[in-house]
């Protein structure tokens, strides 16, 4: 369970700049590309004359000598052709690069905007996070999750088999965040699923605790107890 | 009379204005399955998904059921999910259904009507076509013999998507 702690003051200058980074790589994609022009001028006049093919049978010396002339000049352009095919090879590769960074960047931006969105809506002096772990999972399988704070029904979760399964292997899901004032709460969590036997099961656990000035993270663990082949609900205060 | 009119007006300019929904991202939800287990629309972001709003006592409904499973039979590879919402208060009906029909897709139970009302559903049958992005693009509110051929038209460019 890890917190980013960002101080706001430095969250929104970052997140302009970010900003700006942003518009100015895209500014520059949209840019045409100078050498890329240049690349195609030096290809155009490679593709023969229609002068050349549509001369008439008098003038075939003449027509032969323009040929001639096309063909050297051909062999001319030909000759730096490998060298550009490189060059541009490189240039997309520099261009793929490119977006991949910008795309970097707009993960970067959204990340810190979410960071900077959950800071403005629960400050740390008022937030409480609830947390749902699982350890095992063998005599108990999860299927949904009720709180209760202090009797009121703050959040129903139902968890898809695709989740349990994220929880089984040791991922932790946040399934409440709200803000409390300082002072004495009671947190009632009700756990229902499959226990033992493929019985229908349902728990309930409760904790009270004391919210202070920080924010408050609480995690509802779920844990096998082999000794009794029953599973075991905790609630831990992380102060 | 005149309040006769007055109603009639009204469901005639309900009936003929457009979905809300359509062109914006498709409330998530989560619900039961009858199968047991739980669905959560945004788990199959990148299929095509038909939600079909039905109740046990409508017969249209079980008309209609029956066509999305054909559907669902020939499409499901090509990344078509289909979810039937149940909005019964009372889940038996939906529960003898699906002991009875062989559904391939996933029947789900929606008795406090959370997801109906976030789909605005007004009327059963109400069929919705979710694109791959995950937006409400089609709307059928009712079942009818030529609900078949418009839909698995308008399923097909979904799908070539």
């Not at chain 1, 002339?69 to 062999?75: H, L, S, V």
């Not at chain 1, 108990?140 to 898809?160: C, H, P, R, W």
């Amino acid at each position: 369970m890890t917190h980013v702690a960002h101080s706001r003051r430095t969250l929104v200058p970052r997140a302009v700049a970010r900003g700006l980074v942003v518009l100015a790589l895209g500014a520059l994609l949209l840019a045409p590309h100078p050498t890329a022009w240049a690349q195609s001028a030096a290809v155009a006049p490679v593709t023969p004359t229609p002068a050349a093919s549509a001369a008439p049978p008098k003038a075939a010396p003449a027509a032969k000598a323009q040929a001639a002339d096309a063909a050297a000049e051909a062999a001319e352009v030909a000759a730096p052709a490998a060298p550009a095919a490189a060059s541009s090879a490189a240039d997309t590769r520099g261009l793929d690069q490119d977006i991949q960074g910008l795309k970097k960047d707009v993960v970067d931006l959204n990340r810190d905007l979410f960071v900077l969105e959950e800071e403005l809506l629960f400050p740390a002096n008022t937030q409480v996070a609830v947390f749902v772990s699982m350890d095992v999972g063998d005599f108990f399988l999860l299927d949904s999750v009720s709180l209760k704070i202090d009797q009121k029904e703050v959040a129903n979760y139902l968890y898809t088999p695709r989740e349990v399964e994220a929880l089984n292997k040791g991922g932790v899901h946040r399934v409440y965040i709200g803000n409390l004032k300082a002072g004495a709460h009671e947190l009632v969590a009700f756990f229902s699923g499959q226990g033992p036997h493929e019985r229908d099961y349902r728990r309930g656990a409760t904790i009270k605790f004391q919210k202070g000035i920080g924010a408050k993270y609480l995690e509802l663990k779920i844990n096998d107890r082999q000794r009794r082949q029953q599973p075991e609900f905790e609630i831990k205060d992380w102060e | 009379m005149l309040c006769g009119a007055l109603i009639s007006a009204v469901l005639v300019a309900s009936a003929a204005s457009p979905y809300p929904l359509l062109g914006h991202p498709a409330p998530d939800f989560a619900l039961h399955a009858v199968a047991g287990g739980n669905v959560r629309l945004s788990e199959h972001g990148g299929d095509v998904v038909v939600l079909s709003f039905w109740g046990s006592r409508c017969g249209q409904c079980r008309m209609q059921l029956d066509a999305l499973q054909r559907s669902f039979k020939t499409y499901h590879s090509a990344g078509l999910q289909v979810f039937g919402v149940d909005v019964d208060d009372d889940q038996t009906g939906a529960l003898d259904y699906a002991r009875t029909q062989a559904l391939g897709f996933p029947l789900l139970l929606d008795p406090q009507k959370a997801v109906a009302r976030a789909y605005l559903v007004d009327n059963l049958p109400m069929t919705i076509l979710i694109d791959r992005a995950g937006s409400v693009r089609q709307v059928h509110r009712d079942f009818s013999s030529k609900f078949e051929p418009a839909f698995l038209q308008q399923l097909r460019v979904l799908l070539n998507e």
